[in-house]
């Protein structure tokens, strides 16, 4: 790499660690990161990929030197603008933080204050700096107006629970560049949003970027939307560097198996199966809301599955798919329409339906860290449906979970552990164990994949259609995320404030012509090649001004 | 504009927790009234003592009203109350509103009085314990606070009178008051009960501020101020405080509320003429109505510090105050 005059971050053989302290024994050093590297210039933007673990976050606050939950830098040197910002103190390090180097975190709902007004936030560090109040304000504003927020001038004096999710993320930007940076960590901030606010963002982020002149690290696990902002990609894996590149490089002529791995990921995929079996599932004109609100929030759903298919229901949050599965399986009782499950007509609520109904009908969760108790162990959580539908005990029991353990690709030893020993996608496999345990004839896979890093979550998807395969499950498959969807239906359903605004066959569907809500949907998934973010956005400018 | 303000939710929820504190309050009384109801002891015996005849007894009871069944002697009662009428005491007819309107100013003055040094005090101590979390400012708050709530007040009583009245003889150690002296001579009077009373509710409400102050510090917007580079200081009192309102205010007014319901031990101590030492004198001597006032006023006021407890974490709520 030539060397770069000036550069405003230099970290040289970064060293990271943090303790450990597994049950039972002494407390242990970890090495987080090591021997990473990097040269930001003035006005690059650097782009840090790599899956959760991978020490991306870590990277991006060290160079503010802040250690979440203990950890610490133990070696090498943090330089912004030519000084080691490990070796000043406390003062020195508040003067950088907020003000030389700024923020912008995934989660904005959680990084603004709830009991303060936007404006008092945004323009703290500016106050701090000794900028008159006026002036802050007008530069707020006018960072407000540049990243597109409704009303600049008046939004200021709302509170963070009265604007959404994507308004926020971008008022968090406004924050970060309020204090006028030189260096802005941009730690997964559209990761959280919905695809067609996340183009928005992304967008508004960028051009703040290129018109402001500052530097950025932009942290984030996906390759596509990394590939539209950043100058120079590097690839991390387990704390270490794997590649580092522009990111036409990186894109177009991966060096390293790792990184053309994460290039092609998304791969799984699989023939649309035709409709042959019975209908499993029936859902006929269901509208549902609850208790307290004035609207219905799903509106004359009717939806059919047949056996051993799938049915992605695909939706922005908010937009009643999960809503659906509750009504489905009887915790929120429709207020009008019938729910019909293997011939038989469901009964709306819980309490009427049989043991029979409840073994048929499964499901599994986004978060499959709060899906199981904790202080049991894998057998006893994929044990207890075998006991409680099909009364096994003993060694029969055991027996049945070691096959459930096989079919989902966990070894012999699982069995004994507890939920805590075990990566994400372990513990998905254990979830989807736990729901196959009972022989259903559906299971409702409430975004399974969405917690997950994208080679995991290829492994789930992969798991789940040999499944269906071999077992002839019938999958209703909630996401918000069109590459699973792409991945895994047979049949799709678009779901737009309430109501299914497209359903048929997947290739139907996906294909020409749209409806703009489908149309709008599919067109803001980020795709993995340079400038496809300013085709889109000049598209839409064009079709708007067109109009 | 008035059917909007009506609308809002913080003044629909303000007028709910209103009607249920009265509600309460009623419900209260109830209980009081049956209470002293079931209470051993005949009033007309006492007052005669033992030498009674059974003639004078029942003549008597039927003068104080004894003989009327339970229910109107209720009802007459609560609207007596609801119009500031709440009888005349059995041993001494002297009118209940008058003398204890005096008690319950003294009580309230000994409380404000403790109230402005210990809520301070404790916030303070508090914001400065999670200030130092784990060093010795925060080690030495702890066991200070810790070690002062633990000891009975009465010995708290004693310890205090003994090093401040005897020792140092810098206040005086009985704490009556009268109705002729200026403010600075009863505030010299009631120093030591202050003292005590200060030390005692100290802890409590300190180690609360601590741990609701502590449970925010690790949101993500404390995060977000730390890496603003704000102070410490200022990232406790500008963000975390403000999130910690409702449970500390909870606290605080439990802890008012002992003040004024639970000083009897102290004001017994140091011979202050309050509320507490007029309900146990009537205790003593059987004298229902007084019982009943005393337990009503101190139910009012009880229940009253938990509504206004409720309604500052109603309108602390930014979520309520301005919806979406």
């Known amino acids: 790499m030539s060397e770069i005059e000036n550069p405003v971050l230099e970290i040289r053989d970064l060293k990271i660690e943090a303790t450990s302290y597994p049950p039972g024994e002494k407390p242990v050093d970890v090495t987080i990161v090591e021997g990473v590297s990097l040269t930001l210039a003035k006005g690059k933007v650097m782009g840090l990929i790599g899956e959760s673990g991978a020490g991306k976050s870590t990277i991006g606050l060290s160079s503010m030197a802040y250690g979440r939950g203990g950890v610490r830098i133990t070696a090498g040197e943090v330089l912004v603008n030519g000084t080691d910002i490990l070796k000043g103190g406390a003062g020195a390090l508040r003067r950088l933080r907020g003000k030389t180097v700024t923020y912008v975190s995934q989660s904005a709902a959680a990084s603004f204050n709830p009991a303060r007004k936007l404006m008092d936030q945004v323009i703290e560090t500016s106050l701090a700096m000794g900028v008159a109040r006026a002036e802050a304000e007008a530069r707020a504003v006018a960072l407000f107006e540049k990243l597109g927020l409704p009303s600049p001038k008046t939004i200021g004096n709302r509170y963070p629970h009265q604007v959404s999710g994507g308004q926020l993320q971008r008022v968090m930007t406004a924050m970060a560049l309020c204090p006028q940076p030189e260096l802005v960590v941009f730690d997964e901030p559209t990761t959280a949003l919905d695809v067609t606010t996340q183009i928005d963002v992304l967008a508004a982020i960028k051009e703040a970027i290129r018109d402001t002149g500052v530097a950025a690290l932009y942290i984030t696990h996906d390759l596509a939307v990394v590939a539209q902002v950043s100058d120079e990609i590097m690839v991390l894996r387990h704390g270490n560097m794997v590649e580092l590149g522009t990111a036409e490089q990186i894109i177009h002529d991966p060096r390293e198996e790792y990184t053309r791995d994460l290039v092609s990921v998304r791969q799984v995929n699989h023939a649309e199966k035709p409709a042959v079996g019975e209908a499993v599932l029936k859902i006929n004109d269901i509208s549902a809301r609850y208790s307290g609100l004035k609207f219905d929030v799903l509106k004359h759903v009717t939806l059919e599955l047949a056996a051993g298919q799938t049915l992605a229901v695909v939706g922005e949050s908010g937009s009643g798919k999960s809503t659906l599965a509750r009504v489905i399986t009887g915790l929120l009782p429709p207020n009008a329409g019938s729910i019909e499950f293997c011939g038989r007509t469901l009964s709306p609520a819980l309490k009427g339906r049989s043991k029979e109904d409840l073994r048929e009908l499964q499901m599994i969760y986004q978060m499959a860290d709060t899906a199981m108790n904790p202080r049991q162990t894998v057998a006893a959580i994929i044990g207890r449906p075998l006991e409680f539908y099909f009364g096994l005990k003993g060694a029969e029991k055991r027996k049945r979970v070691q096959e459930l353990l096989d079919e989902i690709e966990l070894g012999t030893g699982f069995a004994d552990r507890y939920p805590a020993e075990l990566s994400g996608g372990q513990k998905q496999r254990v979830c989807i164990a736990r729901a196959l345990a009972a022989k259903p004839k559906l299971i409702i896979c409430d975004e399974v994949t969405s917690a997950l890093d994208p080679l995991v979550a290829d492994g789930i998807l992969k798991l789940l259609l040999n499944l269906q395969k071999e077992e002839g499950v019938a999958y209703l498959f909630i996401t918000h995320d069109l590459a699973t969807v792409k991945a895994i239906a047979d049949k799709i359903a678009v779901m737009y404030r309430g109501a299914v605004v497209r359903d048929g066959n997947r290739d139907e569907v996906l294909s020409p012509p749209f409806d703009d809500y489908t149309d709008l949907l599919l067109s803001s998934v980020p795709e993995m090649r340079l400038g496809w973010l300013e085709e889109v956005i000049a598209h839409r400018k064009m079709e708007a001004g067109g109009e | ?324």
């Open chain 2, 1 to 324: 504009m008035i059917t909007s303000i009506i609308g809002h939710p913080v003044v629909r929820l303000v007028a709910h927790r209103i009607a249920m504190g009265l509600l309460l309050l009623f419900a209260a009384s109830l209980l009081i009234f049956v209470g002293t109801q079931i209470l051993p002891g005949d009033v007309a015996q006492s007052i005669l003592g033992q030498s009674a005849t059974p003639q004078a007894l029942a003549n008597l009871r039927a003068e104080l009203g004894l003989n009327e069944p339970a229910v109107s002697r209720y009802l007459s009662w609560l609207l007596g109350a609801l119009h500031g009428d709440l009888g005349t005491a059995l041993t001494n007819g002297q009118d209940i509103a008058d003398a204890m309107g005096r008690r319950l100013g003294n009580t309230l003055f000994l409380a404000g009085c403790a109230a402005i040094i210990a809520v301070p005090l404790a916030l303070t101590l508090g914001l400065v314990s999670v200030r130092y979390q784990g060093r010795w400012p925060d080690k030495l708050i702890s066991a200070v606070t810790l070690a002062s709530v633990s000891v009975p007040e009465f010995l708290l009583g004693y310890i205090v009178m003994f090093i401040m009245a005897v020792r140092l003889r810098a206040f005086p150690s009985v704490s009556t008051v009268y109705d002729s002296m200026s403010l600075l001579e009863r505030l010299n009077a009631i120093a030591l009960p202050v003292t005590v009373l200060v030390l005692v509710v100290l802890g409590h409400m300190m180690r609360m501020t601590r741990a609701a102050i502590l449970n925010v510090m690790q949101s993500a917007y404390i995060e977000t101020a730390e890496l603003k580079g704000m102070r410490p200081f200022r990232i406790i009192w500008r963000h975390a405080l403000p999130n910690a309102i409702a449970p500390v205010v909870n606290v605080v007014m439990l802890n008012l509320a002992y003040l004024v319901v639970g000083v009897v031990v102290v004001e017994v101590v140091f011979v202050y003429p309050g509320m507490g030492q007029y309900l146990v004198d009537h205790v003593a001597k059987r004298d229902v109505p007084v019982v009943q006032a005393c337990g009503l006023v101190f139910a009012a006021v009880y229940i009253g510090l938990n509504m206004i407890a409720d309604l500052v974490s109603i309108l602390a709520n930014p979520r309520l105050r301005h919806p979406k």
